[in-house]
């Protein structure tokens, strides 16, 4: 055996020699197409590929060709967006195709955000604890995830009551912080009970739902009474952890909000235009505006490696959605009017 290959030995090489330079070529393909590609320059066939391969990785199946062909072009529009956007220069965060990317914008924001505008004469309730609240030399930074305040991110699926979400999450940060004891709670119970003001899956405000945890003399668990992404008839539970009332952050003050930040996690809303695609890095307020439409939960704030200060918000999209569920928002510049309407509950 070993005579044959040794007199077959410049044969091999050269098969050899041949393996390496396809290999390379190879290489040099991929990097081109990946070039190509990052520029927003896919041919019909490559963008149908890439619909297809996103079509596996999300078990995603249409009921026909027309269907199918229609969220294609969908598809197609907003690989382009997120190549264009990732491709350009100076950004602070990066954009992905995601489990959302064959919807239109106007379809993802009807089907995952929730907060409605506040109505006009809405009550309010007095009183700022942390108005003279002094930020600590330890508080310069802030994540409610290192002190056990927060619980694992969760995924309202396509009901709008990203306000329940936002608020339940407050609570739980609120008892973790006086008991010391992290419990996961119902947003089910808030969705299917808290109906003065507000509308299940069709949107709501968050004050309303810790005015109904307020009413209802507290909340009961996620495990005693589960979400299903739709509402349904209220059940009479028996209350696990309650709050004796909320307060609003001033409106448009992150000074304000910082403080309250540092001392527990606040519902926030914002403007979540933009949010479809988010992957990671910092989004900044060039990217959206100020119309709010989502809710979520701020748990705290720092300072990114570049220099620019953020606010992190714990959002509930499932984790395989920005930084692990999270995202963190430019602060300072009133980045997706974070600060217009902010609240949190009392223990």
């Not at 907060?115 to 003279?132: D, H, I, L, R, T």
Request: charged share 20%.
């Amino acid at each position: 055996m070993a005579s044959y290959i040794g007199g077959n030995k410049p044969r091999v090489t050269a098969a050899l020699m041949l393996l390496a330079t396809i290999t390379m070529m190879g290489h040099m393909l991929v990097e081109v197409e990946a070039r190509d590609l990052s520029a927003g320059s896919y041919s019909e066939e490559a963008m149908k590929a890439r619909h297809h391969m996103w079509m596996v990785e999300h078990g995603r199946t249409y009921n026909d060709e027309a269907e199918k062909a229609h969220r294609y072009q969908v598809f197609k529009a907003n690989a382009a967006f997120v190549d264009r956007s990732n491709a350009a220069a100076g950004k602070k965060y990066r954009l992905a195709i995601n489990k959302f990317a064959d919807l239109t914008n106007d379809e993802f924001l009807a089907m995952y955000t929730g907060f409605k505008p506040v109505p006009a004469g809405a009550k309010k309730m007095p009183g700022f604890k942390y108005e003279n609240f002094t930020l600590l030399e330890d508080q310069q930074a802030v994540d409610w995830r290192q002190k056990g305040a927060v619980t694992d991110v969760k995924n309202q699926g396509q009901c709008g009551c990203c306000w329940a979400f936002s608020a339940v999450a407050a609570v739980e940060g609120i008892h973790q912080i006086s008991t010391g004891e992290l419990v996961s709670l119902s947003e089910q119970q808030v969705l299917d009970c808290s109906r003065n003001g507000n509308n299940g899956c069709s949107g709501g405000f968050i004050d309303n739902a810790f005015q109904y945890i307020i009413s209802n003399n507290g909340l009961t668990t996620e495990d005693a009474y589960p979400y299903t992404s739709a509402q349904g008839m209220c059940q009479s539970v028996q209350p696990t952890v309650t709050i004796s009332g909320y307060e609003d952050v001033p409106s448009n003050d992150e000074d304000a909000l910082a403080t309250a930040v540092a001392n527990q996690p606040v519902s926030v809303a914002v403007d979540a235009h933009n949010f479809q695609f988010y992957n990671g890095g910092v989004m900044t307020g060039d990217s959206c505006g100020t119309d709010l439409n989502h809710a979520v939960t701020a748990i705290g704030y720092d300072t990114a490696e570049d220099g620019t200060p953020y606010w992190l918000l714990k959002n509930q999209w499932g984790q395989n959605w920005g930084e692990g569920g999270y995202m963190r928002l430019e602060r300072g510049t009133g980045a997706c009017g974070v600060a217009k309407r902010a609240s949190y509950p009392v223990a």
